[in-house]
């Protein structure tokens, strides 16, 4: 079974030989600095440089093991076509919005539309051209930026979170106009060749907004994304959430995504329990990617897949500096699990 093809029955529901090693890329960056060494591709030229961004998922793919393919590096693509200056870091930073957009929620008339055809947005696009090229048994997934989080890259997030509470129309206006641009880069990136969508919010977490304000304002949001692409393209979603998911509660049920996938602080039971009938992915700890040794990453590996995940991946952005080593455990654990029924 080709890395795509495990991938996408996983995502339909179905049960694949084994559950594959995914990082989708976007928040989920998969790429780190002895990747970037070893194929002489490095950030921040990557982040503008299709060529460059291609080699550089292709070699997390090739040499860390990650049975995906994804981009972008970043979650500041949409928020700079919007018109948010960004600094975009050095070889151990991913890219940050410098200022605000907006001074206030209201100020919609300061954003642009995000233009596909040029800048970032294009490098993104013509990097997924080159990999459908170039490996074809790899899926690519699209990863774009939830509304909350593109949202309070546009804006100073506590004037946002005030809004919440305060001026609920400004925040579903910002909501839809984000969701708009997100579709509009997502689309692109589909029509290139991307396989499937991951959907990333860690600004929409239950510990921030709690539980009544992803009901409002979060949830009819993503799920008008993820089945835009269901219903547009039949392309499958992944919705990432950060921080403790706990405390959404029964909320996380009325996703209407594909795969959901949580941060380290929630069990794979808890987030059976939580979402059941939906692809289960996560969930390993990205402090441990990082500092831990390969033999204890491979039992954290071993215990998600004894717990039924569906689809293993980290539970969070791996950081730059993590060893490849380590990622080859996590990737070795799961090809040696016992095939399924």
Same mark, same amino acid.
């Not at 860390?64 to 018109?83: K, R, S, W």
């Not at 080159?130 to 490996?135: A, D, M, T």
């Not at 641009?181 to 499937?196: I, Q």
């Not at 569906?310 to 996590?330: Q, R």
């Given at each position: ?8 029955? /996983?995502?339909? !529901? +179905? ?5 594959? $090693?995914?990082?989708? !890329? !976007?928040m989920?960056?998969?790429? *780190?600095? +002895? ?5 002489? =591709? $490095? ?5 503008? #440089? ?9 070699? @997390? ?11 972008? $590096? =970043? ?5 700079? /076509?919007?018109?948010a200056?960004? &600094? ?57 930026t939830?509304?909350?989080?593109? @949202? ?34 997502? &689309? ?6 991307? &396989?499937?969508? =991951?959907? @990333? ?12 304000? $992803?009901? +409002?304002? *979060?949830?009819? =949001? ?6 835009h ?14 921080? &403790? ?17 949580? #941060? ?15 692809v289960t ?6 402090? @441990? ?18 717990? !039924?995940? #569906?689809?293993?991946?980290?539970a969070c952005?791996?950081?730059p ?21």
């Amino acid at each position: 079974m080709t890395h795509k093809e495990r991938l996408l029955k /996983a995502l339909g !529901g +179905e049960a694949p030989d084994r559950a594959p $090693f995914i990082c989708p !890329g !976007g928040m989920m960056t998969m790429v *780190v600095t +002895e990747v970037m060494e070893a194929v002489g =591709c $490095f950030w921040p030229e990557a982040h503008l #440089d299709p060529e460059k961004m291609a080699a550089l998922t292709l070699g @997390a793919n090739r040499l860390a093991g990650i049975e995906n393919l994804g981009i972008p $590096f =970043c979650m500041t693509v949409e928020a700079e /076509a919007m018109g948010a200056p960004i &600094d975009l870091g050095h070889k151990e930073c991913e890219p940050r919005v410098t200022r605000y957009v907006m001074d206030k929620m209201e100020e919609l008339d300061r954003l642009t539309f995000i233009d596909v055809t040029k800048g970032r947005a294009k490098t993104c696009v013509t990097a997924v051209r080159i990999l459908k090229e170039q490996s074809k048994e790899v899926p690519i997934i699209a990863s774009l930026t939830g509304p909350v989080s593109l @949202a309070t890259s546009l804006v100073d997030p506590l004037l946002y979170y005030r809004a919440l509470r305060l001026n609920k129309e400004a925040v579903h206006n910002l909501n839809r106009l984000a969701v708009k641009n997100a579709l509009a880069f997502g &689309d692109a990136l589909v029509e290139a060749g991307a &396989d499937a969508i =991951c959907i @990333a919010d860690p600004s929409a977490t239950g510990d921030l907004i709690g539980r009544a304000a $992803f009901d +409002e304002f *979060v949830l009819p =949001c993503i799920n008008m994304m993820t089945e835009h692409f269901r219903g547009r393209y039949g392309k499958p979603s992944i919705v990432h959430i950060c921080g &403790d998911a706990k405390r959404l509660g029964a909320v996380l049920q009325g996703l209407s995504a594909e795969a959901v996938s949580v #941060d380290s602080v929630v069990g794979i039971p808890n987030l059976q329990s939580m979402v059941p009938g939906k692809v289960t992915m996560g969930n390993i700890s990205t402090f @441990a990617l990082e500092r831990g040794e390969p033999a204890k990453l491979a039992k954290m590996a071993q215990q998600c897949l004894r717990h !039924g995940v #569906d689809i293993l991946a980290p539970a969070c952005g791996i950081s730059p500096k993590t060893p490849v080593k380590n990622i080859l455990a996590v990737a070795e654990a799961a090809v040696q699990a016992p095939e399924r029924a």
